[in-house]
């Protein structure tokens, strides 16, 4: 939902490591705490679950095999349309969703649809961390055994063959290689000319509003706490970012996975615990299967959305110092630049070398 | 006489089904074997699915657990069956339930009518096998695997380790010269029947039901015993994964698999519907086919498994992450950098971009700006110029620039007023060519106008970093292609080192350089390090100057600017 709230600022080294006894012990430590970090954010999800209120309820229809889509989302009804037929044809078996205090319908727009039920809240996204307390308890509750896509409104997942292969198939060839989860990072898409100039309506592809993206200027560091990969840059870094690189938004995500109560996400769904998951990258060479998620979050409502967000402070852990971004959003600036690369698909995306088939042919 | 099918089936029976219902209207028996593990119910669908079909029967049922015994009882139950009940087949052909034919029957009937006594089946001897995973090929015929491989991995492992360590072997048994291969094959009669109703049936089963992977070993070897004229290849097309798995086809893989010419392939995407639409369709096959030859589109296969296992030198992305310690594809191409040079030439990037053909960029890791060719605010892949995203990670800068001019080579200055902490990276990157004139820093120095205090503590600054740098450059880990040359050195002559460096850069376009960059003035140069040796600093870097005024430009040894004969 909105803008992901940038990837904590504690140091990303491991205490040097020492030989024998104390490097044991260090690691142990390490790993223990990791545990209770865990175990707590499994409580917080299942105290938080009373923060939710079940609004339109088709479980029933859930099968074992299905794959799942849980969302968290505020006011989406114009990206919804679009956003359940990309999924439902990506061959998702049914959607959690989370809607926290809508006021725009998009509650009665999911509840007429017979493969979502609908969770209604009104407490505070920030103090369910950015609504995460609330997503790890509907997965904990129903995405067990299941391959979960957790996914924002504003989030398109592409991957290798996307069009004719369908989730079922993407998940039984991880499956078939090991890996339990996919990487996705986030791809952001943006308009030629200023934000908020275009006209979108409900219903339409947003590629044909926001068909720009960033190939080549993604940072990339390995952070061996929880062994996941940090990757920023993209238009809001080049932009907005360009002078405390540092806080640009987090574009790496670990959006599907086959889920197990035991796991829990983290940090949005940049990364997830226990740490083993955020391994989702090969390290001697190799590649594995990726996909990307397209960032629709520049669509012409971005500028009413942005003046409100910045007022209720609902992101960010420290939304003081995100106050000239918003700003910066609010003046419909140009992400646009002649370098700006064209999406034209999947395969395009695999030629940049942003996502990789990982010799799924 | 005709040919028959053994259909080896353990889920989506409703595809199985489709395609057993293709080849038994088409006039070719149908043995079904299910796999004991699939459930009743589904079992009695299909059947009563088949019911309408008299040339299609159901074989006993046996537990199909992957390398285990129980794969090569269900085939000789089915294969029996078969030679049993339809004594018109000739020749049977192993299929599994996820296969599909690629051609019509007809085609395929006729080219075993053409080779009628003719057993395909692959059958290699344990030496030449290159394809088994994991290490396991004689070892499977003289070990034993009472484990479980799927359910006890471990105790599998260790007790192979054991047996090993201690030398405990089974003996195999005479007249066995064990061949491994695929497990889909196309047998005769006779050769099936010899193998089925050989006197020594019982004693191969006790010995094969504990070799590892019997299913694609029993009949591989076996038929080597009774056959005359074995063909070792298979008709099915399949290929296998960096894993050793089977590829699954899908939709998209439609125009690959009508070029295979193959006659059938596996494993099939049970949810494929363009594909099983179109290849089970009655005018499948209109076109015209060449000899099978799955060879056309090994090179497809074999490049997926080497993007998974080796990946794209260079890259760095959300699923590949090479070590620190993987020196070879550091950098996608290779790229040089130039240290001093610029300070040295007064037109060195505009020069160096036309004789060479290649991008020229100013000082990318300058402190104020990167300073791309043409000063361009962002380049390739909307990299910005922006110093502080470029400090921030200044590998990902690099990488990223190099990968997204992929096809062109870069070239760039560096200098010690450059942010130096990308240069360990370069240093250690074979990609590199390093070319630097060491002191040259002090040549703009020597130009501007600043009080010489100042002069003296930033030469002094500078110096201190390049002999840094050149420390390391001169390091044991290095694997760039470094050259490095005094500042006095190089003025000397400096036609040798750009002609060497361009011939490197640009190997095609051999010829002598018909024009070099402009050299700056140095006359005074000598005087000036003697002052700054005066004021208390030692320039070292800069080789032997003699203190004179006189030294070469002033002396006249060479007209200026330098001009090749």
Redesign the interface.
Known sequence: MGASPPQDHRKTELPPLKRGAVALWQRLRWKLRLRLQRQMLLARAIRKRRELRLISDRRASIRKTDSLAVICLRNEAVRLPHFLSHYRKLGVGHFLVIDNASTDGSAALLAAEPDVSVWRTEASYRSARFGLDWTNWLLLRYGHGHWCLTVDADELLVYPNCETRPLPALTKWLESTGQVAMPAMMLELYPEGPLGAEDYRAGEDPLTVLPWFDAGNYSVIRQPKLDNLWIQGGPRARVFFANDPRRAPTLNKLPLVKWHWRYAYLNSTHTALPATLNHVYATAGGATTSGVLLHTKFLPQILEKSAEEKERREHFADPRRFGSYYDGLIEAPVLFCERSTRYTGWRQLEALGLLSRGGWL | MTLGFVMLCHTALDRAAEVARYWASRDCPVVVHVDKRTSGSQVAQMQSDLADLDNVRFSTRHACEWGTWGIVAATQAAASLMLREFPQVRHVYLASGSCLPLRPVEEMRAYLDDRPRTDFIESVTTADVGWTMGGLDYERFTLRFPFSWRKHRWLFDNYVELQRKFRIRRAIPAGIVPHLGSQWWCLTRQTLSAILEGPDRADHDRYFRKVWIPDESYFQTLVRQVSTNVESRSLTLSKF???G?P??F???HLQLLKRSDCFVARKI?P?AEKLYASFLSPTAGDEPRAEPNPGKIDR??AK??E??????AG?????????GE?A??RTAAPYSVFEGFADVFENFETWLSKVSGSRVHGHLFSPERVEFAGGVS???????D?A??RD??PR??LT?LI??TRGERQCFQFGPSDNQKIAGFIAADPNAQISVISGAFAVPLFQSNRNFSEIRAEAARLQRIESDLLAELRGPHVKAKVRIWTLAEFIESPMEPLQSIVDEISPRSLRRLAEVPRMVDLTGFGQFLQNLRNQGMQPVLMGDFPAGQDYPNAAGRRPRPYLVK
């Open positions: 994964d960096f894993q798995k590829h699954i899908y939709d998209d995407w949810r497809l296969f997926a498994v993007r998974r296992t080796t990946g794209r890259l760095y992305m959300q699923s590949r992450f090479p070590n993987w070879q594809g962002v380049y390739n892949g909307a990299m910005s922006s502080a995203l921030y990670n990902s800068f990223n990968w997204n």
